[in-house]
Structures are given as structure tokens and as C-alpha cells.
């Protein structure tokens, strides 16, 4: 079982560059979320889909688009990258959003960006 | 508010047991979650409670909580350098589709 699984695992940009982080799930789970890491901060909400076709800002969404491609697929993208942006961003998804409330997010490994 | 805390670090010595703290400031949390992430690793979820128990055992975790003082914890017996990890506490509430975090408590074991 795969999982959450995000692509790529390593990126280093350069400001004002762009790009996207793949994020996949095969648990059919209806909500997904990214989330960025950072030391001290614990982590962080950017966006989250609670259901195909829907997506919400989190905490931290400025700088940050997101499609929720269908049910497994939720990607972020970075339009114009950021020093302050370096972190690292991990995907995750649930069954919240659907009949249970008892529903844990599943992670993927995270992607690890460095933006110079 | 959305605050979920932690402290940041706790240092044990193997074998004796490791309590670590988490307190939260909405009343209408459902569920509480304690995550565990390893170096180089996404989160993975370790055990929860809801919010109408007061205790969950399983295995060598202990989780206590006190929703009068909004106070939640992980106690771990016997700890093991394999625990060596960042620990999370969280909370979902049942008007909301997302979950919050703790910045994390990073749990050290010296010999």
C-alpha cells in the first residue's frame, strides 16, 4: 500500500522561480490537506480540500495556489518562489470531512524545498 | 483560539518513562491526536482519544486527559531509543474539516 505520496522529495529554486509539488493518495479518502514544517513552529496549515472539487485557505496560503485534481490527486504550486518559502511541505489526507469525525490524517514523507 | 502547546524539548533517561505534555483552548475539540515523526519522515499517528474518556492504554503508551484544565498526555513506559522523535499533539473538532497541531515536543534518551 502506497499510501500519500508526494514528488518530488528534494527541490532547491531560485527566487521568482515556480513549481509544483505532486501529492497522491490511494485510500480514497475524501479530504487532503498540505501543511509546511518549520523548526519551532510545528506545522502549519496552507490549503485543504475537505471533498473533490472544493479547496480552502489554511493559515499560512499567501504565496501558494492548490488544484484538487480528482479524489487522489492534490497539488501545490508556487508561482513565484521565495526565500521564505524554504520548508518542508508534506501532504496528507483523511476520511474528515466525510461520515466519521475519528478520522487521522495519513502523511506522505514530505518534500523538502530551498528556495536561494 | 486555534492554540494547540507543547514544550519543545524533553530529555530521559532509557528506561524510565517519558510524560510528555500538551494543553489546547477549544472546549469543542472531539478528538486528540498524538503523532510521532522520526528524522526524515512525515507524521505518523501513534493513538488518540475522545474527548468523553479520560484515559487510553495501549501497550507501553498511556494517554490521560483532563478536559476541565484542557490538558493532554503522552506517557511513554520504559522508553527506548527507538522513541527518539518529534512528538505532536493535535485536536479536531466536529464543525471543522481540519485538524491543529503542536509545534511539537522533540523527545531526546540518553543512556
Known amino acids: 500500500n502506497a499510501g500519500v505520496t508526494q514528488t518530488p522529495k528534494f527541490q532547491v529554486l531560485k527566487t521568482g522561480q515556480s513549481m509544483t509539488l505532486q501529492c497522491a493518495q490511494d485510500m480514497n479518502h475524501n479530504s487532503m490537506y498540505w501543511y509546511r514544517q518549520d523548526p519551532g513552529m510545528g506545522l502549519r496549515l496552507i490549503y485543504y480540500?475537505?471533498?473533490?472539487?472544493?479547496?480552502d485557505k489554511g493559515e499560512v496560503p499567501n504565496g501558494y495556489n492548490v488544484s484538487r485534481l480528482n479524489k487522489r490527486e492534490f497539488s501545490l504550486r508556487l508561482e513565484s518562489a521565495a526565500p521564505s518559502q524554504t520548508s518542508v511541505y508534506f501532504c496528507?489526507?483523511?476520511?474528515?470531512?466525510?461520515?466519521?469525525?475519528?478520522?487521522?490524517?495519513?502523511f506522505g514523507n514530505g518534500t523538502r524545498l530551498t528556495v536561494t | 483560539g486555534e492554540d494547540v502547546e507543547q514544550s519543545l524539548f524533553l530529555s530521559v533517561r532509557e528506561g524510565d518513562s517519558s510524560v510528555i505534555n500538551c494543553t489546547y483552548t477549544d472546549s469543542s475539540s472531539t478528538y486528540l491526536y498524538w503523532y510521532k515523526q522520526e528524522p526524515g519522515a512525515g507524521l505518523q499517528l501513534l493513538t488518540y482519544i475522545f474527548s468523553n474518556m479520560d484515559m487510553k492504554q495501549d501497550q507501553r503508551l498511556t494517554v490521560l486527559l483532563n478536559k476541565k484544565d484542557k490538558h493532554l498526555s503522552l506517557r511513554i513506559a520504559d522508553t527506548q531509543t527507538g522513541d527518539s522523535a518529534i512528538y505532536f499533539c493535535a485536536e479536531t473538532r466536529s464543525s471543522a474539516s481540519k485538524i491543529i497541531f503542536g509545534s511539537g515536543t522533540r523527545l531526546s534518551i540518553r543512556p
Open positions: 480540500s475537505a471533498s473533490e472539487g472544493t479547496t
Open positions: 496528507a489526507s483523511s476520511e474528515l470531512g466525510g461520515s466519521s469525525y475519528n478520522s487521522p490524517l495519513h
